[in-house]
């Protein structure tokens, strides 16, 4: 897997978390009812997985910063 650097303001940072976390909620809870949704749970875990990163980073910024 190939690695991206980039450049957020905590704000950024911020958000994009909110908007990740949300969008993990809303394939685990809410696609499931959809009629014809297929769970991919190696997506799943890997959302799971970044939000949780991205949650780190937010509250190493916020000591930091």
């Not at 303001?9 to 949704?37: K, Y």
Request: aromatic share 4%; net charge positive.
């Amino acid at each position: 897997m190939n690695r991206v650097a980039l450049k957020l303001t905590l704000e950024e940072l911020r958000l994009l978390t909110t908007l990740a976390s949300d969008q993990v909620f809303r394939r685990q809870f809410i696609d499931p009812r959809m009629p014809g949704h297929k769970t991919n749970s190696e997506e799943m875990s890997l959302g799971k997985a970044l939000v949780t990163r991205l949650r780190l980073m937010l509250d190493e910024g916020k000591a930091t910063g």
